[in-house]
C-alpha cells in the first residue's frame, strides 16, 4: 500500500504568476506550474522545480501514491490526477493534484504487472504472452491504495486468456469498469501460438532468367547507331 511515499515541495504562485504567459516564464525559471484542487478547499496554484519534477517522475509509484505537498509549512495529501509533458522532449508542464479526503473513496488508475510469465507452460511451449492493458481504474478509500495490480500468468498455456474478472484485487479495492451495468468483461491478456514463417524450399533458389538485368557484351562497343562509345552530349 501507497502511504506518504513521496513530499513535493511546492512553491505557492501568485495571481501575477498564473496564466500561460506567466507558465512559460516559470518554465524558463526550471519550475514546473501545478494545482491542487478538490477536498472543499479553494484551488492552489504552486510550482514544483523542475529537477524535482523530474526525480519524482522516475518512480512508477509516484503516480499512485499518497503524496504530501507542502506549500509555505501547509501540507495537502493529494494524488497526481494530470500530468503534461512536451510532446517532443518529454518533460513536464504542469500537473495537476487532487486532495484526498480521509474515510471519501477516490478513482484511481494503478499500474498493471504480469507476473509469472517465464513459468508459463504457455512460454516454455515458445508461445507468445500478448498483455492489452498497462494499468485499471480502480476505486477505494486513500489508505487502501495499491501502487500496482499484480496479475499472475504462470498458469497459462497457448490458447489461454485473462479477463478482469481474473484480476486478484487487494482488499477494499474495485474494478471500477466492473461496477457500470452491463460491463464488458474484457480480455487483458492471452497465450498466442508462436508464428512460424513458412519457407518454399522448392523455389527458394530459383531465380527467373528475366528478372536479371542483361549485361553489356563485346567489350567497349555500344549497340546502338550514332552512339559515341563515351556515352557524352554536346550540351
Request: glycine share 8%; net charge negative.
Amino acid at each position: 500500500m501507497s502511504n506518504d511515499l513521496y513530499t513535493v515541495k511546492g512553491i505557492a504562485r501568485s495571481l501575477e504568476q498564473q496564466g500561460k504567459g506567466a507558465s512559460r516564464r516559470l518554465r524558463k525559471q526550471n519550475l514546473v506550474p501545478a494545482i491542487v484542487y478538490g477536498g472543499n478547499e479553494e484551488p492552489t496554484a504552486l510550482s514544483i522545480r523542475m529537477n524535482e519534477m523530474v526525480k519524482f517522475l522516475e518512480n512508477e509509484a509516484f503516480f499512485s501514491s499518497i503524496l504530501t505537498i507542502v506549500i509555505d509549512g501547509e501540507e495537502h495529501q493529494a494524488v497526481i490526477k494530470d500530468l503534461q509533458r512536451h510532446p517532443a522532449k518529454g518533460f513536464p508542464m504542469h500537473a495537476d493534484f487532487q486532495r484526498i479526503i480521509k474515510g471519501q473513496k477516490i478513482h484511481m488508475n494503478v499500474p498493471v504487472h504480469f507476473v509469472g510469465r517465464e513459468e508459463a507452460p504457455g512460454t516454455k511451449a515458445s508461445g507468445v504472452l500478448s498483455t492489452l492493458v498497462a494499468d485499471l481504474e480502480i476505486v477505494c478509500l486513500p489508505s487502501m491504495l495499491p501502487e500496482y495490480l499484480e496479475v499472475d500468468v504462470s498458469k497459462m498455456e497457448i490458447g489461454d486468456s485473462l479477463h478482469l474478472t481474473d484480476v486478484v484485487l487487494p482488499e477494499g479495492v474495485i474494478l471500477q469498469e466492473l461496477e457500470v451495468e452491463d460491463f464488458v468483461d474484457r480480455t487483458i491478456a492471452n497465450m498466442q501460438a508462436p508464428t512460424v514463417e513458412e519457407v518454399d524450399e522448392d523455389t527458394e533458389d530459383e531465380v527467373d532468367a528475366d528478372e536479371v538485368p542483361a549485361t553489356e557484351q563485346g567489350g567497349e562497343g555500344t549497340h546502338g547507331d550514332g552512339d559515341s562509345s563515351e556515352g557524352g552530349s554536346e550540351e
